[in-house]
């Protein structure tokens, strides 16, 4: 649409009207001719095909329970695989049957570590490649108190032991026990071949 042209008669009588107006700011000196700028042209915007994204802008972070510690089980779970995939799923649902068997069940830990050594490196130096290690669950302690007791010492300290040295060049992978070979109170130990 184009602009019209003012007319004669329409110029006058703005004329009219702005010599009897009172000026806003008077202190401003007043140019004689005002120049006005000229409107500017809408913009069109285009709309965005996508909203604006930014990384993460949805995540909602999950309430963390207050377990400070997974169990042992747990983290031997969610350990990498380092044996023979296929022979691991094998292990887990309690297929190969151990070639020797370590029963730890009433021992106390200055007994039960040297013990586990001694069996493991036998067992090693013999060709065996699959071993069980019974601890036992261990009892449950009624214990009132802010901080939580593990339940069964020994089922918590063996998987400790069996990575660090001297166990930790025998053993390659260690894993829960199938509730055929004693479920949550045993482990299989999966021991390297001597080279």
């Known amino acids: 649409m184009t602009r019209r042209k003012l007319t004669e008669e329409e110029i006058e009588l703005w004329r009219k009207v ?25 913009k069109k915007t285009p709309k965005p095909r ?11 972070p ?10 042992i089980t747990d983290t031997l779970r969610r350990a990498p695989v380092q044996m023979d995939s296929k022979a691991f799923g ?5 297929k190969l049957k151990p070639e020797g068997k370590l029963d730890l069940h009433g021992m106390r830990v200055d007994t039960a570590h040297p ?4 069996f493991v ?9 699959l071993v069980l290690v019974v601890t036992g669950k261990g009892k449950d302690r009624d214990e009132p108190g802010p901080i939580p007791t593990p ?18 060049q025998a053993v390659m992978q260690v894993t ?9 109170g045993a482990y299989y130990v999966y021991l390297r071949r001597i080279r």
Request: proline letters at 13%; zero cysteines.
């Open 18 to 42: 702005a010599r009897q107006a009172e000026r806003m700011h008077p202190e401003i000196p007043q140019t004689v001719h005002p120049t006005s700028l000229p409107k500017p042209k809408p």
């Open 50 to 60: 996508f909203e604006a994204f930014e990384m993460g802008q949805s995540h909602q």
């Open 62 to 71: 999950k309430q963390k329970p207050n377990d400070l510690k997974p169990s």
């Open 90 to 94: 094998r292990l887990k649902r309690g």
């Open 115 to 118: 013990a586990l050594i001694r």
């Open 121 to 129: 490196l036998a067992s090693q130096a013999q060709g065996k490649r």
């Open 151 to 168: 339940r069964g010492v020994l089922r918590n300290q063996v998987p400790h032991w069996l990575t660090i040295p001297p166990l930790a």
């Open 176 to 184: 829960p026990a199938h509730i055929s070979h004693g479920g949550d």
